[in-house]
């Protein structure tokens, strides 16, 4: 990559259920404590870069009301209707323009707002109203068939993907701003309540409210302020498909040509070796151990056997997802950014009791659409 | 022979329930209104705007300002108006009157519903109107307050 | 500007009140493949797709872009939809030259399209974008926002309902050399003043159409453009601002044009508008807006925006023509509105405008806006500066 883009400021909410504060202060308070983070004044920010969805804000235009307490008064905003990380990337896209050294990074979700069943509606509602919609296809019954073909092409079992979630909710323990923070064991997961087979209860995340921010800068500005920084040295975003009748589930292709994308501009030829530490796009159990093929950590169809040999938990050689993951938090929207907010610490040395040791180049993943439909990575380094 | 195909459409209708959290700051503000008939908005220390309805940060400022409280009269002046005369599916069977209001004291303005004009000559009735005209807030009894914006409602003074 | 984009080609469907002939995708498709064709090149030859699309709730369909996104040839592509209210047609194009400008990608589509069509009643829709705790109880809808906007204007710029009645003449007429457009009709002063009142001073003939339609709009890197078409259309300038707008502090014009174009004309070297943009496709959903953009785009005085109308400022043939395509007034497929903006503006400068070209246009000027007043909210605003040569 020609120019790095620098992550100088990160901010989280803590995760939690359900949090009682106005959506509006939720962004403000995650945004103005990046600017802290950043050592910046709202002033300093040239651009802001939003990611929300109408439907699951319950506002028929969520910027309209969101994107002040995200610092937009008066700035060049843009709000992407897709995950978090994608915003990331038109705020990378915007400052290599070099028409902005700074842009603030926003995403959310209040997914308490949402009643029972709304946010699966309204993925019910993303489907095409002909010819999937009839069907009961939503966000959970979608992934469910695309787990369900994952097994029985490459043989991986439930014991296997249960243990995804086993180990993620231990790494939630160690992570102070978790929403879920308590182990569970391989037992737990396999009798949870069988929601859509393969999946059960256990195997889907949580529903979250949360804020991410980051400020991102360019590479001249980050130098001028001699701040610690992690640098974005390659990424990569890629859309599939709409139908995913007309793909193999199986496959997450558009994950493997974004990744490619990014390895290429950051000059990484082996991921498992390359790769000190990956946040990723867990949306199910079965979702994570696909992600480990399509990222190239592992040959096709031997995610579960890498599950198994240990190499993604906290010790193995390239731990996945020490921050517990999505199916330790789900703020819906805003996941993607928080791998990419978590990857950054990591890089930085900031990831406090679930900090992987001696992290130079870390990897973070996002999913925009059902079925794992658009896909954005990011690379970083120290 | 005809090529035409026949074109069809399919239904559909979305229902989908939230819940909205007021947050402390508007929740203060809302139980004010029901609990005491005041109007309570806040102000910005950087730039000292009083901004109605209130907010827990100054989106100008960039700054948190939710413990900055200070009382308003029920009492201001009519800014933009509308007579509606059209029927929208889901909103009130017309005529009414929507307005933006600035209560005295306030730097901003909140929407609300203009009653206390006769509406039965549409034409005559917006003549009346005037942007700038007094307005004030008259409060429902306490037992029918609810702690929403329609616990008071607005007529000119 | 460090780099420079160029537009390269356009595509438009015909603007109507329901496209039964073509679902979704196949409006994407044809947007799409218009404006590939216009630009002599083919889908392999896109390297990414930024798509539009306003609130959902208008086209009965989350997320639309997704089910679009194939037909807009984005398959295995980089993809990323954009929503920023009525202002998403600008933020597309806007994120579409950043796209190119970064460096990366050479040449990137820019798509955008509603569905308003699909849904009885717009403005039920448009209420629910205000506040839902403090604005959800009074009725608000974008045209009753902009009639009481309208209501303080009238008084801050000294116009009346007959002016905006000229205005709305004006705009009917350019739509009948538009083959695209959605309305299609001669009208009189007359037909307007006596049209139903819908929100006063907002009668039928002052407010724009619910639309169905897509366009695309063809970016490409500047050591591209030469070898693609003849004439490009260079963008020169672009910017965006998001106001909090709040009627009654803001001078009465809910939406702030004027920032994000004086960033645009800075970028552009314009510090004299009036003589050196010869065409403006503006965008105003309501005729009381345009006589509020000649001021706000730096044209005139705040009170002799009547004056201006009176004399036919705006009109094909006139010292500045404002919308010879017939506007927003005529064909508003909201999520693509701004885009339109962009691509008619994009036709004048390259020539390319037919019975509706304003002669000898160097540079052209195309607005976008979102959002609506209202308690706290933002409102959205675009600007993008196209010229016949780089500035």
């Known amino acids: 990559m020609a120019n790095k883009v620098a992550i100088i400021g990160v901010a989280q909410s803590k995760y939690v259920e359900n949090s009682g504060d106005a959506l509006v202060d939720i962004i403000f308070e995650a945004s103005a404590k990046a600017l802290e983070d950043a050592q910046l004044k709202i002033n300093d920010i040239e651009s802001v870069t939003l990611a929300a969805h109408d439907m699951v804000d319950g506002r028929a235009i969520t910027s309209m009301l969101t994107a002040p307490p995200a610092g937009a008064y008066l700035k060049d905003e843009i709000r992407v209707a897709e995950d978090g990380a994608f915003a990331a990337a038109l705020g990378c896209l915007r400052i290599l323009s070099g028409d902005f050294s700074t842009s603030l990074v926003v995403s959310w979700s209040k997914c308490s707002e949402c009643a029972n069943d709304t946010l699966h509606k309204v993925a019910n509602l993303t489907y095409d109203p002909f010819f999937y919609r009839p069907f009961a296809l939503n966000d959970v019954t979608s992934c469910a068939i695309q787990a369900q073909r994952y097994m029985s092409k490459y043989n991986i079992s439930e014991v296997q993907a249960a243990q995804v979630v086993v180990k993620n909710r231990i790494s939630g323990v160690k992570n102070e701003l978790a929403h ?203 | 022979m005809s090529n035409k195909v026949e074109l069809l459409s399919v239904p559909g209708e979305w229902s989908l329930p939230y819940s909205y959290s007021a947050g402390e700051t508007v929740s203060k503000f809302l139980v004010e209104i029901r609990d005491n008939a005041r109007i309570i908005a806040t102000k910005c220390p950087q730039c000292n705007r009083v901004l109605m309805p209130p907010r827990s940060y100054c989106e100008r400022c960039f700054v948190s300002i939710k413990d900055n409280w200070v009382e308003l009269p029920p009492k201001g002046t009519l800014e933009a108006f509308t007579l509606v005369t059209n029927k929208f599916e889901g909103l009130p069977d017309p005529p009414y009157v929507i307005c933006y209001i600035k209560l005295e004291g306030a730097d901003t303005t909140i929407p609300h519903f203009l009653t206390g004009v006769d509406l039965s000559d549409p034409e005559k009735a917006r003549q009346k109107i005037k942007v700038g005209m007094p307005i004030r807030l008259v409060f429902k009894d306490k037992k029918e307050r609810e702690g929403r914006m329609t616990d008071f409602r607005v007529e000119p003074a | 500007m460090a780099r420079r984009a160029v537009i390269v080609g356009t595509g438009q469907t015909k603007y109507a009140t329901k496209r039964f002939d073509k679902s979704a995708p196949d409006l994407i498709y044809e947007a799409t493949s218009r404006a590939l064709d216009d630009a002599e090149l083919k889908v392999k030859d896109i390297d990414a797709v930024v798509f539009g699309m306003a609130p959902e709730s208008l086209d009965g369909i989350n997320s639309m872009d997704k089910w679009c996104a194939d037909a807009a040839g984005a398959w295995n592509k980089p993809f990323m939809r954009v929503n920023t209210g ?189 003589q050196q943009i010869q065409v403006v496709e503006a965008y105003s959903p309501f005729s009381s807006m345009e006589m509020v953009l000649y001021e706000n785009l730096g044209f005139c005085k705040p009170k002799e925006v009547a004056k201006l109308a009176e004399s036919g400022f705006g009109e094909m043939g006139g010292e500045v023509p404002f919308t010879p395509s017939g506007g927003v007034m005529c064909s508003n497929p909201i999520g693509a509105t701004a885009l339109v903006r962009v691509a008619e503006a994009a036709i004048q400068v390259m020539g390319k405008g037919d019975k509706r070209q304003v002669p000898n246009v160097k540079t052209a000027l195309a607005t976008g806006a979102g959002g609506s007043p209202g308690p706290g909210s933002g409102s959205f605003n675009t600007a993008m500066i196209l010229g016949r040569e780089p500035s």
């Not at chain 1, 256990?202 to 992690?230: M, N, Y």
């Not at chain 3, 009639?147 to 009645?165: K, V």
Request: charged content about 20%; some cysteine; hydrophobic content about 45%.
């Open chain 1, 180 to 382: 879920l923070r308590s182990k569970v064991t391989l037992d737990e997961v396999m009798k949870s309540n069988p929601v859509s087979f393969p999946l059960k209860a256990l195997d889907l995340p949580p529903w979250s409210d949360g804020a991410c921010a980051l400020v991102l800068t360019s590479e001249d500005f980050a130098q001028k302020l001699k701040k610690p920084c992690a640098w974005i040295t390659g990424f990569g975003w890629v859309n599939d498909t709409y139908y995913s009748g007309d793909k193999d589930l199986a496959e997450l292709e558009s994950l493997s040509l974004a990744v490619n994308q990014a390895y290429k501009m950051a000059g990484i030829s082996n991921p498992s070796k390359d790769i000190d530490v990956a946040e990723i796009h867990d949306i199910t159990s079965f979702h994570e151990l696909m992600e480990y093929e399509a990222l190239g950590f592992c040959p096709k169809g031997m995610g579960g056997k890498y599950l198994d040999s240990g190499a993604t938990a906290i010790g193995g050689d390239l731990p996945v997802n020490p921050s517990g993951g999505c199916l330790s938090s789900n703020p819906y929207t805003a996941v993607g950014l928080i791998r990419l907010a978590e990857a950054a610490l990591q890089v930085m040395g900031r990831a406090g009791d679930h900090q992987v040791p001696g992290v130079r180049t870390a990897l973070a993943h996002g999913i925009s659409g059902l079925c794992a439909q658009s896909n954005c990575v990011f690379i970083l380094s120290k």
């Open chain 3, 86 to 274: 009525g202002a998403t047609g600008g933020s597309t194009a806007l994120a579409a030259a950043y796209h190119v400008t970064s460096g990366l990608f050479n040449v990137v589509l820019a798509v955008a399209m509603e569905r308003v069509g699909e849904t009885p009643d717009a403005q039920r829709v448009l209420n629910r974008i205000y506040d839902p705790i403090l604005a959800s109880d009074f009725a608000l809808n974008i045209i009753a926002a902009i009639a009481m906007e309208t209501s303080r204007n009238m008084e801050i710029y000294g116009f009346t309902e007959q002016h905006m009645a000229m205005i709305s003449v004006k705009n009917h007429l350019n739509a009948l050399n538009n083959p695209y457009a959605h309305l299609q009709m001669k009208i009189t002063i007359e037909d307007v003043l006596k049209s139903p009142i819908v929100c006063w001073p907002l009668k039928l003939f002052d407010c724009c159409p619910r639309s169905d339609g897509a366009c695309a709009v063809i970016f490409a890197s500047e050591d591209r453009a030469g070898k693609m078409v003849p004439i490009p259309a260079w963008v020169n300038g672009m910017a965006a601002v998001t106001d909090i707008t709040v009627p009654g502090e803001t001078g009465g014009a809910g939406w702030q044009a004027a920032r994000a174009v004086w960033k645009a004309y800075k970028m552009a070297g314009i510090d004299k508008p009036r």
